[in-house]
Nanobody, 125 residues
Framework: VQLQASGGGLVQAGGSLRLSCAAS????????MGWFRQGPGKEREFVAS????????YYADSVKGRFTISRVNAASTVALQMNNLMSEDTAVYFC???????????????????WGQGTQVTVSS
C-alpha cells in the first residue's frame, strides 16, 4: 500500500481543514487506517483510527469531538475532517495503513505497516 496525504495548510484558530489520504494497493479496503501527527519538537502521536469497513473509529482525547475520520473504500481514500482547530494542532499529519487483513482500529505506531509522507497543518492564533 502506498499512501499520499494532502489538504494541509495554514488556518486561523477556530477554523477547519480536511485532510485526505489516497491509497494505492489491493489491500486498502481490508486495512485499518490511522492518522498521526508530529508537532514541533514533539514525538509523533496518535490522532484517529478507523477499521477496515468504516464501522468503528477511535480518537485521541485531545481531538475527540473536533476531528472526524472517515473512509471511502471504493475510492481508496481516508479523510480527517478537523474542526475548531487550535494552535496545539499545529503539526505534520501522517496517514498510515495496517498490513493485517480485516484490521480494526489501532493507536500504536507499531501496528501500522505503511506510512504516507505527511502534510503540514499550521494553526495561527
Amino acid at each position: 500500500v502506498q499512501l499520499q496525504a494532502s489538504g494541509g495548510g495554514l488556518v486561523q484558530a477556530g477554523g477547519s481543514l480536511r485532510l485526505s489520504c489516497a491509497a494505492s494497493g489491493r489491500t486498502f479496503s481490508t486495512s485499518g487506517m490511522g492518522w498521526f501527527r508530529q508537532g514541533p519538537g514533539k514525538e509523533r502521536e496518535f490522532v484517529a483510527s478507523i477499521n477496515w469497513s468504516g464501522t468503528s473509529t477511535y480518537y485521541a482525547d485531545s481531538v475527540k469531538g473536533r476531528f472526524t475520520i472517515s473512509r471511502v473504500n471504493a475510492a481508496s481514500t481516508v479523510a480527517l475532517q478537523m474542526n475548531n482547530l487550535m494552535s496545539e494542532d499545529t503539526a505534520v499529519y501522517f496517514c498510515a495503513a495496517r498490513g493485517r487483513l480485516d484490521s480494526g482500529t489501532a493507536y500504536v505506531e507499531s501496528d501500522y505497516d505503511y506510512w504516507g509522507q505527511g502534510t503540514q497543518v499550521t494553526v495561527s492564533s
